[in-house]
C-alpha cells in the first residue's frame, strides 16, 4: 500500500508499507531505506486510544517481565512442595521474590543466580521461622554450588536489609541425623547397624553439648563436630558389633559426606571421654583406651559436669590441694611454676580451654624492633588512662602467670 511523503535518502515519493513478519514498516521502494519501525502493541493506558507506541513501552515487554516472575514464583513454591514447608512459609518466600527482582541489583545478573534467587528466599524464609534448613540441604536440591549460592544469599541479605538469625546447634544435629539412612531397613545396610532414631538423636545432642562445655564447638564448622558425634553415639547404643566399624565407613551406610576435620573432632572427643573416664570410680579398675571407653559414654554424660570439674582444671579455681596447715599459699606448686598443671591423685591435669590455646598451629612472630627511645627514668608521668594497667591484685597475678605458662 502506498504512503504519502519522500524519501529522506533518495527523495522519491514511492512509499510503501511493508508487513514485515507481522510488522508494518514504511520501506522507500526506490532504495530500500526504511523510514519508520513497526510498532508493534500498545500500552496499558493507550490501548484505549489505540494509540501506537514503541515496543519498549508496550504490553509486551511488561508481558515478559512478568513471564520471568511468574517463572520464578513457581520456582519457589515448587521448592516449597518438595520441603513440605507451611502456607505461611511460601506465602513469605514468594513476597522476598517479587522485592528482590524489582531491584536493579538482580536485572543484570546471570541466569544461574536467578534460579538461585528463588531457593535464597525459601533459605532466609526457613531461617527466620527457625525451621532446621541448613544451606547445603538446599544446595543439592538444586545441584547448586554452594559457594555461589552464598555470595547470592549475602546480596538478597543485604539488598533487602533482613535479619536473618543463626541456625541454633540443636537443630542443626536434627536436620543432619534426619538425613542417615539408618533408621529404615535397606540391602546396603546390615540389621546390627540399624538404629532407632530418637534414641540416636539424643544421644548425639549429649554428646554435642558435652563439646561445647569442653571448647571444642567455638570457632568451628559444626558438621564435622556433629558427624562425629553421631558416630560416637551410634557405636555407644550398640557396642558389641560397631565398634570394629570405622567412621569412613559409618557415612557410607548413613549416606552422608564425610567432612576431612571430622577424624580430628573424633580424636579430641574420645580424649576427653578418657580423662572423664578416670574419675569414675567404678572405671578406674579397668584400663580403657579409645575403643573401650564407648561403651560407657551413657554413664559419662549422666554425670559429666561432675566429671569435667574433676577431669580437667578450671580457669581462674583456686587450688585446694594443700591440707590446711601445710605449707603457705607461697609454697604452693602451681605458683611457683604456672605451666604445670592442677595435680589430682597424683596426675597433672590439663586445663579445660580451646584445643588452639593448648595446641597452637603458629608460633607469635617477635615483634619488629623499633626505633630506639629515651631510656626510662622511672620518673615518667602516668596517665589516667594507663594507671589500670599498673593495678593488679593479687588473683589477676595468679590469672596471669597461668595464662602466661600455657601461652
Known amino acids: 500500500m502506498a504512503a504519502r511523503g519522500r524519501c529522506p535518502e533518495c527523495g522519491s515519493g514511492s512509499l510503501v508499507e511493508d508487513a514485515h513478519y507481522a ?9 530500500g531505506c526504511v523510514l519508520s519501525e513497526g510498532l508493534l502493541t500498545t500500552t496499558y493506558t493507550d490501548e484505549e486510544h489505540l494509540r501506537e507506541v514503541a515496543y519498549s513501552q508496550s504490553t509486551g515487554q511488561k508481558e515478559q517481565r512478568s513471564r520471568c516472575l511468574q517463572r520464578g514464583i513457581r520456582r ?17 518466600a514468594v513476597s522476598y521474590f517479587q522485592r528482590a527482582l524489582q531491584l536493579p541489583a538482580f536485572h543484570l545478573v546471570s541466569l544461574e543466580k536467578k534460579e538461585l534467587l528463588g531457593g535464597c528466599c525459601v533459605f532466609v524464609t526457613c531461617r527466620q521461622h ?9 544446595c543439592s536440591l538444586l ?28 537443630d542443626l544435629v536434627t536436620t543432619h541425623l534426619n538425613s542417615f539412612r539408618l533408621f529404615q531397613p535397606t540391602a546396603n545396610v546390615p540389621a546390627p547397624f540399624l538404629e532407632d532414631r530418637e534414641k540416636l538423636l539424643a544421644r548425639t545432642l549429649g554428646i554435642v553439648e558435652l ?59 574420645l580424649e576427653i571421654l578418657l580423662g572423664m573416664a578416670s574419675q569414675l570410680s567404678w572405671l578406674r579398675g579397668f584400663r580403657l583406651d579409645k575403643k573401650t571407653v564407648v561403651k560407657h559414654i551413657g554413664d559419662l554424660l ?5 566429671l569435667l570439674r574433676n577431669a580437667f ?7 585446694q590441694d594443700t591440707a ?50 629515651a631510656a626510662a627514668t622511672g620518673d615518667e608521668p602516668i596517665s589516667d588512662s594507663e594507671i589500670e594497667q599498673y593495678l593488679r591484685s593479687p588473683e589477676e597475678i595468679q590469672a596471669f602467670r597461668k595464662a602466661k605458662g600455657w601461652l
Open 23 to 31: 510488522q508494518q514498516q514504511l520501506v522507500c521502494a526506490a532504495c
Open 76 to 92: 519457589v513454591q515448587d521448592l516449597c512442595k518438595v520441603l513440605q514447608l507451611p502456607a505461611v512459609f511460601e506465602e513469605t
Open 130 to 138: 527457625n525451621w532446621p534448613l541448613t544451606m547445603g540441604s538446599i
Open 143 to 170: 545441584y547448586a554450588k554452594q559457594d555461589l549460592f552464598a555470595s547470592v544469599y549475602l546480596s538478597l541479605q543485604k539488598e533487602l536489609g533482613l535479619s536473618v538469625p543463626a541456625l541454633s546447634l540443636a
Open 211 to 269: 563439646a561445647s562445655e569442653a571448647w571444642l564447638v567455638t570457632g568451628r564448622h559444626p558438621v564435622p563436630i556433629v558427624t562425629a558425634a553421631a558416630f560416637l553415639a551410634w557405636q555407644s547404643l550398640r557396642p558389641g558389633p560397631r565398634l570394629s566399624c570405622p567412621l569412613a565407613r559409618f557415612c557410607r551406610l548413613a549416606g552422608v559426606d564425610l567432612p576431612p576435620p571430622a577424624h580430628l573432632r573424633l580424636k579430641e572427643l
Open 302 to 306: 549422666q554425670h559429666r559436669v561432675f
Open 313 to 319: 582444671s578450671q580457669d581462674g579455681e583456686e587450688q
Open 324 to 373: 590446711p596447715g601445710q605449707g603457705s599459699p607461697s609454697q604452693d606448686p602451681e605458683r611457683a611454676c604456672p605451666s604445670a598443671g592442677k595435680r589430682h591423685g597424683g596426675r597433672s591435669l590439663r586445663p579445660l580451654l580451646p584445643p588452639c590455646l593448648i595446641h597452637p598451629r603458629k608460633r607469635l612472630r617477635a615483634a619488629a624492633p623499633s626505633a630506639p627511645a
